[in-house]
C-alpha cells in the first residue's frame, strides 16, 4: 500500500509542471483572448454559477451571430477561483499570458478579488473591468489607469436609493425628518457606504443608523427585532448571499413592509427573493440592468446559443438577474474591444490597447438600440479622469414572479460622490507613491 | 544502499548534535538549496515563482509555526489565521504610519506583535487542554477578525477595509520582480526554518514536547509549565505572524480581514496534519500538498477543458482533493514526513531489503 501511495506521489511531482505549459496558440491574429475568473464554487456559488454561464452564453452568440467581434472570434478559458484572493491571483497570473496577445481584460465579479491585483495590472498593462463592484475610488482614472468600475460603483448606486426613496416621497426636500435604517453585511463591503450615507443625510436632513448583520446572516431575529423598535420609515438592505433572504422574512414578521425595504444589486436577484416567498413581494431594489428576455439580445442569445444546444447552463436561467448581470458584463466587455478596434484595427488586441478601448467607450442610446440591448444598459460614457462612465440606476420590484421595472433611470448624487472620490484616491496614490497623470491631452 | 551511514564516524560531540549527522543528507540539503536559490529563479516563469511557489513558502512559514505549537507542544490551535492577520496589520501599521522603517523591520515587528498577542490568547493553555483549548483560541479567530473589521483605525480608515501594502524598498532596491520576491521569501522561510529546526532540537524543544507528551510528567521534572507552554504560543505566533506580514506584503500585496478567516486557520491546521505533526519538514510537504494540489488538478483537467464543462471542473477538484486526503491520511496517519522517512528506511537496504 505504501509503495503504491509512493508511486503516486512521485508520478504528481513530476507531472506537475507539465500541464502548466502545455498550452500553446497559433499567432495569425484572427483570434481574440478572453480570459475567464469564475466561481462556480464556494460560498457564493449560487450567484457565480448563472453570472458566468450569461458571460459565456453571450461571447458564444457573438461567435455564432456575427462571427466573433469585428470578425475577429472569441476565445476564452475559464478558471476557478472560488471566491479566494489567492486563487484568483493564482488564475491571473495563468491567463495573463495565453493567447496570441496575451490576456485582454479581466472581469474578477469580486471585491476582495478586485484589491488583489490592483498592483500588478500597470507592470502586466492589462486592465480590469469591475463592473458595479470593486474598488469605489478606482473610478478616479488619474490614479487608477488599469482599473474601470463601470456603470455605477457602491457609492453611486447607494446615493441612487436615497434618490429612489425621494421620489416616493415625492421631491428630495421630503426627505427631511425620515428615518433610514441601514440593515448591512458586517464586513468590509457592507460597511464601505456608510461615510457616503452620512454625507446625504447631512445635505438632505434624513436620519440614518447602521444595523450590522454578522456573516452569514442565517439568523437575524435581533436585528430586526431593533429595526423595529427604532421604527423607520425605510430601510436599505445591504445584503449577501444567504442574508438576504432570511432579512426579508424576518422584515415580513416583525411587521416592516416589503414595499419599504431597498436593496443593493447583490440583494437583487431571484435566488434571494424567491426563498423569502410571499415576505419578498413588493420589494424593491437599484440595479445597473433591466431583467427578463424581452430584448433583442437576449432573444438572440436565446436562437443562437441555447436552441442551437450550445447553452452553457440551464435555459431557465436566461433572465434572471445574475444571468443577465453576467450578459451587461460580457457585452461591455466586447464593446470596449470593439472601440478598441476601431482604432487599432480589427485584429486580436492586447491589454494596453483593450484598456484604451474602454477608456475611450462611447455608448450612446443609439448604439445601444442597435445592439438589440435598448433599455436593457443605460448610457456609458467613459474618460481618462471618469472611470465610473456616468452610468445610471434602475430600480425594479418584485412581484412574487419577476421583477419588474419600478423606476427611471435615475441619476446618483455624481457631485457629492466625486468629491469623496478624488479624496480617497489621492489617499491611495499618497500611501503608494503614485503620481497621478493628468487627463488633459 | 543510499543511506547506508557505513564508515560515517562522530568524532567529535559538534558532529554528533549536527542537524544532518548522515552525509547523504547534508548532500541532498545543499542540492535542495542549490535549486531552490539558483535553479528555480534562474529558470521557473513568473506565474510559478508568483503564485505558486511564493504562497507554498508563505504558508509553509505559517505551518512550521502551528507546528511548533501543536505538533510539538500539543496545544491544539485553531487561531493561526488570526495571528497571521496581527502580522499582517502590525507590519502594514507600522509603515503607513512610520514610513522611514525598513519593511525588514517591520517584519520583525510583525511577529513580535503577534507573539504578544498568542500569549494573551494562550493564557487559557495554562488551565485548559486538548479540544477545549482550541475552543479557546477560536475566540482569538473571532475577536481578532471582527476587531480588524471593526476598528477603523487598523485599516487606516479605509473606506472598504482593505488594505494595501506600501512598496517594498531595501537599499534604493525595490522588490518588484518575481525573482526578488521570492527570493526575499526564500531566504526569510529558510532562515526561520533553520531556526525552528534548532530550537526543537535544544533544551526548549525538548521541553515543548516533554509536555506534549505528558504535562504532569513534565511538570514533575522540573520543567515549568506556564514558562514553556507560553513560550511555545509566544514563537508560534511569531513564526505566523511573518508568515501574515510576507502574505500581504510580498504575495498579495493587499489584504483584507477576511483574508484570515477561520477557515485558513483549518486550511493551516491540514497542512500541519497531512505534512506530519512534530516535523518541520512536514509543514513544508504539507503547505507543498496542499497548495499545489488544487492548482495541479485544475491545470490538468483544463487538458480535458473541452470535453468537461467549466462547472464539472471545477467540483471534480473538491472531490479529487477531498479524496486524496482521505486516502493519504489512511494510509499513513503520521503524515507525508512519516512516509519520507519510511522511503529513506527503504533506501538504507536497497536493493538487498532482506
Not at chain 1, 169 to 185: P, S, T, W
Request: with cysteine.
Amino acid at each position: 500500500m505504501h509503495k503504491c501511495l509512493l508511486v503516486a506521489l512521485a508520478a504528481l511531482v513530476l507531472a506537475g509542471p507539465v500541464p502548466a505549459v502545455a498550452q500553446d496558440q497559433s499567432g495569425d491574429g484572427a483570434e481574440q483572448f478572453i480570459p475567464i475568473t469564475s466561481y462556480r464554487t464556494g460560498p457564493y456559488a449560487v450567484g457565480g454559477i448563472p453570472f458566468m454561464d450569461g458571460f459565456v452564453d453571450y461571447l458564444k452568440m457573438i461567435n455564432a451571430r456575427d462571427g466573433g467581434i469585428e470578425g475577429v472570434r472569441i476565445v476564452w478559458e475559464e478558471c476557478e477561483t472560488a471566491y479566494k484572493p489567492d486563487r484568483f491571483v493564482e488564475c491571473y497570473e495563468r491567463l495573463k499570458n495565453r493567447g496570441e496577445r496575451g490576456a485582454s481584460v479581466f472581469n474578477p465579479l469580486g471585491t476582495p478579488l478586485t484589491y488583489a491585483v490592483i498592483d500588478r495590472l500597470p507592470a502586466d498593462k492589462i486592465p480590469l473591468i469591475t463592473l458595479g463592484y470593486g474598488r469605489t475610488d478606482a473610478s478616479d482614472g488619474r490614479v487608477f489607469p488599469y482599473v474601470f468600475p463601470l456603470m455605477v460603483n457602491y457609492w453611486s448606486q447607494n446615493t441612487a436609493k436615497i434618490r429612489y426613496i425621494a421620489s416616493l416621497e415625492g421631491g428630495l426636500e421630503n426627505l427631511d425628518g425620515l428615518k433610514i435604517a441601514n440593515v448591512h453585511h458586517d464586513s468590509a463591503y457592507g460597511k464601505e457606504t456608510a461615510p457616503v450615507l452620512a454625507k446625504q443625510a447631512e445635505r438632505y436632513g434624513f436620519e440614518v443608523r447602521h444595523f450590522p448583520v454578522v456573516h452569514p446572516g442565517i439568523d437575524q431575529k435581533a436585528v430586526w427585532l431593533n429595526v423595529r423598535r427604532y421604527r423607520p420609515d425605510y430601510v436599505i438592505l445591504r445584503g449577501w448571499g444567504v442574508m438576504n433572504q432570511t432579512a426579508l422574512k424576518e422584515a415580513a414578521r416583525v411587521g416592516v413592509p416589503a414595499d419599504k425595504i431597498v436593496g443593493v444589486w447583490w440583494s437583487c436577484a431571484e435566488q434571494d427573493t424567491v426563498p423569502a416567498g410571499d415576505a419578498a413581494v413588493g420589494y424593491t431594489c437599484s440595479t445597473f440592468h433591466n431583467n427578463g428576455t424581452d430584448f433583442q439580445l437576449m432573444q438572440d442569445i436565446i436562437t443562437h446559443v441555447h436552441d442551437a444546444g450550445d447553452g452553457t447552463g440551464p435555459r431557465e436561467a436566461v433572465g434572471t438577474g445574475f444571468y443577465n448581470r453576467g450578459v451587461i458584463n460580457a457585452f461591455v466587455t466586447v464593446e470596449a474591444i470593439r472601440t478598441a478596434m476601431g482604432e487599432f484595427g480589427a485584429r486580436a488586441l492586447g491589454g494596453e490597447e483593450v484598456r484604451w478601448g474602454i477608456e475611450n467607450m462611447e455608448l450612446t442610446d443609439a448604439d445601444i438600440a442597435a445592439a438589440g440591448a435598448a433599455n436593457l444598459v443605460p448610457p456609458i460614457s467613459v474618460s481618462c479622469a471618469d472611470h465610473e462612465g456616468g452610468g445610471k440606476v434602475l430600480f425594479v420590484r418584485w412581484t412574487g414572479e419577476s421583477f419588474e421595472t419600478a423606476s427611471d433611470w435615475l441619476e446618483p448624487d455624481r457631485d457629492l460622490v466625486r468629491g469623496m472620490i478624488e479624496e480617497s484616491a489621492a489617499q491611495y496614490a499618497a500611501e503608494k507613491g503614485i503620481t497621478p497623470r493628468t487627463c488633459e491631452s | 544502499m543510499f543511506y547506508r551511514e557505513t564508515g560515517q564516524y562522530k568524532t567529535t560531540y559538534a558532529a554528533d548534535r549536527a542537524i544532518f549527522p548522515i552525509r547523504q543528507d547534508r548532500i541532498g540539503i545543499a542540492i535542495l538549496l542549490v535549486v531552490a536559490f539558483v535553479v528555480i529563479p534562474l529558470f521557473a516563469n513568473e506565474y510559478w515563482l508568483r503564485s505558486v511557489l511564493t504562497p507554498v513558502l508563505v504558508f509553509s512559514l505559517a505551518a512550521i509555526g502551528l507546528n511548533i505549537l501543536t505538533g510539538y507542544t500539543g496545544q491544539l490551535s485553531l487561531g493561526t489565521a488570526a495571528f497571521m492577520a496581527v502580522g499582517a496589520f502590525a507590519a502594514y501599521n507600522l509603515e503607513v504610519r512610520v514610513p522611514e522603517v525598513p519593511f525588514l523591520v517591520s517584519f520583525v515587528v510583525a511577529g513580535l506583535a503577534a507573539a504578544g498577542v498568542g500569549i494573551l490568547f494562550g493564557l487559557p493553555s495554562l488551565r485548559i487542554k486538548g479540544f477545549y483549548l482550541a475552543v479557546a483560541t477560536l475566540a482569538a479567530q473571532f475577536f481578532i477578525e471582527w476587531l480588524f473589521t471593526h476598528v477603523g483605525w487598523f485599516t487606516n480608515y479605509s473606506t472598504s477595509g482593505v488594505i494595501t501594502a506600501p512598496p517594498m524598498t531595501l537599499l534604493g532596491y525595490s522588490f518588484e520582480s518575481a525573482e526578488s520576491r521570492y527570493l526575499l521569501t526564500l531566504c526569510i522561510v529558510a532562515g526561520m526554518a533553520i531556526m525552528a529546526k534548532n530550537m526543537v532540537r535544544s533544551e526548549l524543544g525538548r521541553a515543548w514536547m516533554a509536555v506534549r507528551d505528558m504535562d504532569v510528567a513534565a511538570e514533575a521534572i522540573g520543567i515549568n509549565l506556564m514558562a514553556t507552554k507560553l513560550t511555545a504560543f509566544a514563537v508560534s505566533s511569531f513564526y505566523c505572524g511573518v508568515a501574515g506580514a510576507l502574505w500581504a506584503y510580498v504575495y498579495l500585496g493587499t489584504v483584507e480581514p477576511q483574508a484570515f478567516d477561520v477557515l485558513r486557520s483549518f486550511e493551516i491546521l491540514f497542512m500541519v496534519i497531512i505534512g506530519g505533526l512534530g516535523s518541520i519538514l512536514g509543514s513544508f510537504l504539507g503547505a507543498a500538498f496542499i497548495v499545489l494540489l488544487p492548482i495541479f488538478i485544475a491545470n490538468a483537467s483544463g487538458l480535458f477543458g473541452s470535453a468537461l464543462s467549466a462547472e464539472t471542473i471545477a467540483h471534480l477538484e473538491f472531490v479529487i482533493f477531498g479524496g486524496l486526503i482521505i486516502l493519504f491520511l489512511v494510509v499513513e496517519p503520521l503524515g507525508l514526513a512519516r512516509l519520507w522517512q519510511i522511503v529513506k528506511e527503504k533506501l538504507r537496504l536497497w536493493p538487498f531489503p532482506y
